[in-house]
C-alpha cells in the first residue's frame, strides 16, 4: 500500500522538500576528495611541517596544475564540509532557534572560508 | 506532538560501545574537526596572498610544537575520514553489509589510516631533513 499521494510521488522531493540532493552532493564530492585529498598532502606535506618558505610554496602554486586542482579542493572541502556538519548539528542540535542559527552561520562560513581560500590562491597564483 | 523531551534513539548511555558504533562516531568527529582544518588552509592561504612576511607567521604558527600536534592530528583525522569514506561507498554500492565483513573493513580502515599517517609523516620528515 502506498500512503503517498500521487502528486507527492511526482514531485518526488520527500520530507527534506530537496529529494536525494543532499545525499547526492555530499557522494559526489567525497568522491572528488579521494584523489584530491591524496594530491593536497602529498604536494603540501613538504611545504608545511618543512617550513620550506614563501618562495617555495608560491613556485608551487603558481603552476597551472597546482592552482586548479587547489582551487577543485578548495570548493570539494567546503561544500562537502557544509553538507557533513550541517548534518551533525541537524541530528544533535534540537532547540529550534540554536539549530537554524548555527545552520546558517555554517553556511555563510563556508562560503566565506570557501571564497576567501580561492581568492588567495588566484592572488598567489597570478604574483608567482 | 506537543512534548518534547522524549529520549532520542539510540540511547547511548545504555548503549555497550561497540567497533561499529565507534568507528561510526569517530567519524563525524574526524569530520567535525577537519572543519577547523580547513579554516587553518584558509589562514594559510590568506597569509601567502598577503605576502612573505605574513606567510612567514603561518610558517612559524604550524612549525611550533602545537602546529606539529595539530598537524599530527589533522593528518590522522584526514586519513581516517577518508579510508572510512571509501568503506562508506563500498555500503552505498551495497557491498560489505555482513557482520564479519563489517567488522574486517572496519580494522582494515583503522590499521590503512594509520599506516598512511605514518607514511606521510615519514616521508616528510625525510624530505625536511635531506633538504
Same mark, same amino acid.
Given at each position: 500500500?502506498?500512503?503517498?499521494?500521487?502528486?507527492?510521488?511526482?514531485?518526488?522531493?520527500?520530507?527534506?522538500?530537496?529529494?536525494?540532493?543532499?545525499?547526492?552532493?555530499?557522494?559526489?564530492?567525497?568522491?572528488?576528495?579521494?584523489?584530491?585529498?591524496?594530491?593536497?598532502?602529498?604536494?603540501?606535506?613538504?611545504?608545511?611541517?618543512?617550513?620550506?618558505?614563501? /618562495?617555495?610554496? /608560491?613556485?608551487?602554486?603558481?603552476?597551472?596544475?597546482? /592552482?586548479?586542482?587547489?582551487?577543485?579542493?578548495?570548493?570539494?572541502?567546503?561544500?562537502?564540509?557544509?553538507?557533513?556538519?550541517?548534518?551533525?548539528?541537524?541530528?544533535?542540535?534540537?532547540?529550534?532557534?540554536?539549530?537554524?542559527?548555527?545552520?546558517?552561520?555554517?553556511?555563510?562560513?563556508?562560503?566565506?572560508?570557501?571564497?576567501?581560500?580561492?581568492?588567495?590562491?588566484?592572488?598567489?597564483?597570478?604574483?608567482? | 506532538?506537543? @512534548?518534547?523531551? =522524549?529520549?532520542?534513539?539510540?540511547?547511548?548511555?545504555?548503549? =555497550?560501545?561497540?567497533?561499529?558504533?565507534?568507528?561510526?562516531?569517530?567519524?563525524? %568527529?574526524?569530520?567535525?574537526?577537519?572543519?577547523?582544518? $580547513?579554516?587553518?588552509?584558509?589562514?594559510?592561504?590568506?597569509?601567502?596572498?598577503?605576502?612573505?612576511?605574513?606567510?612567514?607567521?603561518?610558517?612559524?604558527?604550524?612549525?611550533?610544537?602545537?602546529?606539529? $600536534?595539530?598537524?599530527?592530528?589533522?593528518?590522522?583525522?584526514?586519513?581516517? @575520514?577518508?579510508?572510512?569514506?571509501? =568503506?562508506?561507498?563500498?555500503?552505498?554500492?551495497?557491498?560489505?553489509?555482513?557482520?564479519?565483513?563489517?567488522?574486517?573493513? &572496519?580494522?582494515? %580502515?583503522?590499521?590503512?589510516?594509520? &599506516?598512511?599517517?605514518?607514511?606521510?609523516?615519514?616521508?616528510?620528515? $625525510?624530505?625536511?631533513?635531506? =633538504?
Amino acid at each position: 500500500m502506498r500512503i503517498q499521494t500521487p502528486l507527492a510521488r511526482a514531485r518526488g522531493f520527500g520530507s527534506a522538500k530537496d529529494g536525494t540532493h543532499h545525499w547526492w552532493w555530499q557522494r559526489l564530492t567525497a568522491l572528488l576528495l579521494v584523489p584530491l585529498s591524496l594530491w593536497f598532502v602529498a604536494s603540501i606535506w613538504w611545504l608545511v611541517i618543512g617550513g620550506a618558505g614563501y /618562495a617555495a610554496f /608560491a613556485d608551487w602554486l603558481s603552476g597551472p596544475v597546482a /592552482a586548479i586542482l587547489m582551487i577543485l579542493f578548495i570548493g570539494a572541502t567546503f561544500y562537502h564540509l557544509q553538507l557533513g556538519v550541517q548534518t551533525v548539528i541537524e541530528d544533535y542540535v534540537h532547540h529550534k532557534l540554536i539549530k537554524w542559527t548555527l545552520l546558517i552561520k555554517l553556511t555563510l562560513a563556508s562560503l566565506v572560508f570557501g571564497l576567501a581560500s580561492v581568492y588567495a590562491v588566484v592572488v598567489v597564483a597570478l604574483r608567482g | 506532538m506537543a @512534548h518534547q523531551d =522524549r529520549p532520542l534513539s539510540p540511547h547511548l548511555q545504555i548503549y =555497550r560501545p561497540q567497533l561499529t558504533s565507534v568507528l561510526s562516531i569517530l567519524h563525524r %568527529m574526524t569530520g567535525v574537526f577537519l572543519g577547523l582544518g $580547513a579554516a587553518m588552509l584558509t589562514c594559510w592561504l590568506l597569509t601567502a596572498a598577503a605576502g612573505p612576511k605574513y606567510y612567514a607567521w603561518s610558517e612559524w604558527f604550524l612549525t611550533s610544537w602545537l602546529g606539529y $600536534a595539530l598537524l599530527a592530528a589533522w593528518s590522522f583525522c584526514l586519513f581516517y @575520514h577518508l579510508c572510512n569514506g571509501v =568503506r562508506h561507498m563500498f555500503w552505498d554500492a551495497g557491498l560489505g553489509y555482513s557482520m564479519r565483513a563489517t567488522y574486517a573493513s &572496519g580494522v582494515l %580502515m583503522v590499521l590503512a589510516s594509520l &599506516g598512511l599517517t605514518g607514511l606521510s609523516w615519514g616521508i616528510g620528515l $625525510a624530505f625536511y631533513f635531506t =633538504r
